[in-house]
């Protein structure tokens, strides 16, 4: 069984950036999944990112696509698969993990600082920010960071479902590309880019451990399906 990283990708300019080059440079095999025209699996992976993405949650009344992928997310979530969302992937976590999603009366654009709580260090204040909703923190889990428009930044629920509504994978080509505007107008500073990078590989080598270590080639694999099946028998 290979080290296996399955990443959902609902837009075509919002890839996992960042996290290809960590999976690369750990030897890890990045399997990219567009779920609007791909079954996502049920078994046969290691790990999941969730990234983001135009669309809300409350999309998923006339996106067919989105509430079969909530409702795929819900079964993940009680694996033992560790998960990453970010940005709409961390709200679709939380959302399927019972808790609301929220529109902010301010979109958080740019780079705009963070401040972790807790004993939660990730190696980098400013974060690139794009969003106008903010999940709520799902009951048991715990709130990680937040900022001065965003009370919830980041949660973990468990040790293996993790949700950043910020952007540490995204280079300043994918902010150019993503928003041309902004860039026009402030520009992406490289420096910020480089901390970001590695605070990204930290995040990622501590919840993906399993992904880097040799007992994961004896470990059977987790079909969700089945996963389902036990839990209601």
């Not at 990219?32 to 009344?61: E, S, T």
Request: hydrophobic fraction near 40%; aromatic fraction near 10%.
């Amino acid at each position: 069984m290979s080290n296996r990283l399955l990443v959902i990708q609902h837009e075509k300019h919002e890839g996992p950036g960042y996290i290809a080059d960590w999976a690369a440079a750990r030897g890890v095999e990045l399997e990219i999944i567009d779920p609007r025209q791909q079954l996502l699996p049920d078994c046969g992976f290691d790990g999941l990112v969730v990234l983001g993405g135009l669309m809300d949650v409350r999309d998923h009344r006339e996106l067919p696509w989105l509430a079969w992928e909530i409702d795929w997310i819900s079964r993940a979530t009680r694996t033992s698969v560790p998960i990453l969302g970010i940005c709409l992937g961390s709200q679709l976590l939380a959302h399927a993990l019972g808790a609301e999603v929220i529109e902010m009366p301010q979109e958080e654009l740019g780079w705009l600082p963070v401040t972790p709580k807790r004993d939660w260090q990730f190696g980098t204040g400013l974060v690139f920010h794009a969003h106008k909703y903010r999940f709520a923190i799902p009951e048991g889990a715990r709130c990680l960071a937040e900022s001065k428009l965003c009370p919830h930044q980041a949660f973990s629920a468990g040790a293996h479902i993790l949700g950043l509504q910020f952007h540490l994978e995204w280079s300043a080509e994918d902010i150019a590309q993503l928003f041309p505007e902004y860039y026009a107008r402030y520009g992406s500073p490289e420096i910020f880019h480089e901390a970001s990078r590695r605070a990204l590989f930290q995040i990622l080598d501590n919840h993906f451990d399993t992904l880097t270590s040799a007992h994961i080639k004896q470990r059977p694999p987790i079909s969700l399906l089945g996963f389902a099946q036990r839990l209601q028998g």
